[in-house]
């Protein structure tokens, strides 16, 4: 079964850090580009952040560059998303996204992080 599972999301206060980890099960990331969406209540989904599967190529949004990190390591089938000095408004549910071609476009369940103090 093809599969993506977030996790590492939580409760975190203004300031503080938390990593993300997106494991894939059922298939190889290592020809996927892999993303970062996230979608806060009553908003749109948005990119936050990609990665090359090369890992060499990564981008991202204007509001978290900067702040955050993507990674992946290929031989652990996992991508990452380091996230530093949190804002409340980085609250959100997180979603990974695994795409090689549009043919094959996978999203795992998402993780919710919580920035409050």
């Known amino acids: 079964q093809l599969q993506l599972v977030e996790s590492g999301g939580g409760l975190a206060q203004p300031g503080g850090s938390l990593r993300l980890s997106c494991a894939a099960s059922?298939?190889?990331?290592?020809?996927?580009?892999m993303g970062w969406f996230r979608q806060a209540p009553g908003k749109e989904r948005e990119g936050v952040s990609c990665?090359?599967?090369?890992?060499?190529?990564?981008n991202y949004a204007d509001s978290v560059k900067g702040r955050f990190t993507i990674s992946r390591d290929n031989a652990k089938n996992t991508v990452y998303l380091q996230m530093n000095s949190l804002k409340p408004e980085d609250t959100a549910v997180y979603l990974c996204?695994?795409?090689?071609?549009?043919?094959?476009?996978?999203w795992g369940q998402g993780t919710r992080v919580t920035v409050s103090s």
């Open positions: 996204n695994a795409r090689y071609t549009s043919a094959y476009n996978y």
């Open positions: 059922g298939f190889s990331l290592d020809y996927f580009a």
């Open positions: 990665i090359s599967s090369s890992g060499f190529s990564t």
